[in-house]
């Protein structure tokens, strides 16, 4: 009887997720239907994020702060960096960089700031100057100083798009819930990252994060949007369960400190090696915390 049970409890979830995952494709009579869910599938589903629990300051035994690195040019981080060409796939596939881009567009987030610390409050038109580049060609130089209206086609417009996201910054908390007694991890902020969009076309241009987002106030959209799964294409994983069960390769490029949480690259400079062994002690000296708890 107890398997039958969860036999018929596996069969149920994994049918509403695959009517999801497949949005009406089985059932479409004309491509408009595709990814249009019916009636039956929104009662079906009861899709929101998975909401996080209420902890209580006096249940944190042990906490550290630290900022990490996603680089997408690992292969693990793909599904955050990719696709970069919408022209040919559907509209349900866009990259990270798009679905916090139109959020932030259409006002679905509304709050961006201009550090990991959440200070200033920055609105679009803010960061425009850090999206797009709009330079005047010689021949446009010479409409200007002749008095003349200068040409479209002598104007270039360059806007940084996901094809030019190089990483993600991210920075989150460990804490070890002492009533739970395990160590957990909360995502706090998420930023992209691109070269300078004024030098994008040097060498080696400066990276620079474009706008912070405070992590939970863009969990509606994150859970709403998907990532490809590699695995099965059928039960795509949503942007906000990558980045909360930490489905991804980071490292660790700062943790908070008494020197004003400087970077490891402050104090390890020009030596990638060590600055990279310098991570791994910051996540061994946290992982350790957990085991010693049980060490007797």
Do not use: C
């Amino acid at each position: 009887m107890n398997l039958k049970s969860f036999l018929l409890t596996t069969v149920t979830v994994l049918s509403a997720s695959l009517m999801f995952a497949q949005a009406n494709i089985l059932n479409a009579k004309s491509p408009e239907e595709i990814g249009v869910r019916t009636e039956g599938q929104k009662a079906v589903d009861n899709d929101k994020p998975l909401e996080y629990g209420y902890v209580d300051d006096r249940d944190i035994l042990f906490s550290k702060m630290v900022w990490e690195r996603i680089s997408l040019d690992e292969r693990a981080n793909f599904p955050l960096y990719y696709p970069i060409d919408t022209n040919n796939i559907g509209s349900h596939r866009r990259s990270l960089y798009d679905v916090l881009m139109k959020a932030v567009k259409t006002g679905k987030i509304e709050n961006i700031y201009d550090d990991s610390y959440f200070t200033t409050k920055r609105t679009l038109k803010d960061i425009e100057g850090a999206l797009v580049k709009v330079d005047t060609t010689e021949l446009g130089i010479e409409q200007i100083n002749a008095g003349e209206t200068v040409s479209p086609e002598y104007v270039n417009r360059r806007e940084i798009s996901a094809a030019d996201i190089v990483e993600y910054r991210i920075r989150g908390l460990w804490y070890f819930d002492k009533r739970q007694a395990e160590m957990k991890y909360r995502l706090i902020g998420i930023a992209p990252v691109a070269p300078d969009v004024n030098f994008i076309d040097d060498e080696e241009p400066d990276l620079v994060p474009l706008f912070w987002v405070f992590f939970p106030d863009a969990r509606e959209v994150l859970h709403e949007a998907k990532a490809f799964n590699n695995e099965n294409s059928s039960m795509p994983f949503s942007f906000d369960h990558i980045l909360n069960a930490r489905r991804f390769h980071g490292y660790i490029y700062k943790e908070d400190n008494v020197q004003n949480d400087r970077a490891v690259n402050e104090y390890v400079s020009e030596n990638a090696l060590m600055q990279l062994l310098e991570s791994e002690r910051i996540k061994d000296k946290i992982r350790d915390f957990e085991l010693d708890m049980w060490t007797y």
